[in-house]
């Protein structure tokens, strides 16, 4: 069973930064795309950044230029470094590989249990 696990949230002050850590439990056979999702309070989860197997990346409007999404593929690792942070950016940010565990098995999508991250004005 592989678990995604996030960590690096918490409270910052308008303008400032965290960076999010998604770790997996183990390596899969093949990684098809890396993503990073939020859900604010009374919304729908959301697509914020996604980086492909290829390396290319891609954004939420709402966070171009202000967040970057990299990874480890040594440590199965995403991370999402976010700068200029807002309180709109309040959410619960949620990891998700879409990946295949091994030569066998299905392609499918694996998530974390969400971090929290709060941008007081």
């Known amino acids: 069973q592989v678990q995604l696990v996030e960590s690096g949230g918490g409270l910052v002050q308008a303008g400032g930064s965290l960076r999010l850590s998604c770790i997996a439990s183990?390596?899969?056979?093949?990684?098809?795309?890396m993503r990073w999702y939020r859900q604010a309070p009374g919304k729908q989860r959301e697509l914020v950044a996604t980086?492909?197997?290829?390396?290319?990346?891609n954004y939420a409007d709402s966070v171009q230029g202000r967040f970057t999404i990299s990874r480890d593929n040594a440590k199965n690792t995403v991370y999402l470094q976010m700068d200029s942070l807002k309180p709109e950016d309040t959410a619960v940010y949620y990891c998700?590989?879409?990946?295949?565990?091994?030569?066998?098995?299905?392609?499918?999508?694996?998530w974390g249990q969400g971090t929290q991250v709060t941008v007081s004005s």
């Open positions: 183990r390596s899969f056979f093949s990684i098809n795309a």
């Open positions: 980086i492909l197997s290829g390396g290319s990346t």
């Open positions: 998700n590989f879409n990946a295949r565990p091994s030569w066998k098995e299905m392609i499918r999508d694996y």
